[in-house]
Each structure stands twice: as structure tokens, then as C-alpha cells.
């Protein structure tokens, strides 16, 4: 399963990008997706997820409400909405997938959940 991230760049605080993740996978309904970032000198940290079917979502708590996590299954690519970007946001973003059946539920939202990971695409919001 390869996950290709794109959509970064430079953007002013307060302005918006669309995050996009296609993943060469034709069953890429069975897999859960997420959204990491990983900032300079930090650990990788969780930013959204999002169900196999699209219905279910969840986000840290540090981007509820300006982040939206969607994807489209007939296309097999995911995307993050990012709003009133800040300087904080700057980061590396990455797109993983989970292979697993552990039900949504369950999940804990971590790093070792996922088995697949994109390359990234770097996110830089200047103040």
C-alpha cells in the first residue's frame, strides 16, 4: 500500500489549505485513516481520524474546529480542510492507514495504530 501526501506549502496565519493523501489501494474502504504532524524538534503527535465509511471522525483537541478530516472512497484519497492556520501548525503532515479491524471504538489514536505511512508534505504558516 503506498500513501503519497500533498498539498503543503507556505500560507500566511489565518489562511487555509487543503491536505490530500491517494493511497494505490483499491480497498481502500477497509482501512482506517488518519492525519499526523510532526513539528521541528517534536515527536509526531495525532491530529485526526476518520472511519472506514467516512461517518465517524475525531480530532485532537488542539485543531477541533479548524481542522476537517473527509475522505472519498471512489477515489481513494483523503483530505484535511485546515482553517485559521497558525504559526503552531507548521509541520510536517503525514497521512497513515490502518489495516487492522480494531473497531473505531477502541482506537487510542496513536502512532502505532497505523501500518502504512505517506512521505509527508510540509505545512509552514508564517505569523
Known amino acids: 500500500v503506498q500513501l503519497q501526501a500533498s498539498g503543503g506549502g507556505l500560507v500566511q496565519a489565518g489562511g487555509s489549505l487543503r491536505l490530500s493523501c491517494a493511497v494505490s489501494e483499491r480497498t481502500f474502504n477497509d482501512y482506517v485513516m488518519g492525519w499526523f504532524r510532526q513539528a521541528p524538534g517534536k515527536e509526531r503527535e495525532f491530529v485526526a481520524a476518520?472511519?472506514?465509511?467516512?461517518?465517524?471522525?475525531y480530532y485532537a483537541d488542539s485543531v477541533k474546529g479548524r481542522f476537517t478530516i473527509s475522505r472519498d472512497n471512489a477515489k481513494n484519497t483523503m483530505y484535511l480542510q485546515i482553517d485559521r492556520l497558525k504559526p503552531e501548525d507548521t509541520a510536517v503532515y503525514y497521512c497513515a492507514a490502518d489495516s487492522t479491524k480494531r473497531p473505531w471504538l477502541l482506537r487510542d489514536y496513536t502512532l502505532n495504530e497505523y501500518d502504512y505511512w505517506g512521505q509527508g508534505t510540509l505545512v509552514t504558516v508564517s505569523s
Open positions: 476518520i472511519s472506514r465509511s467516512g461517518s465517524n471522525t
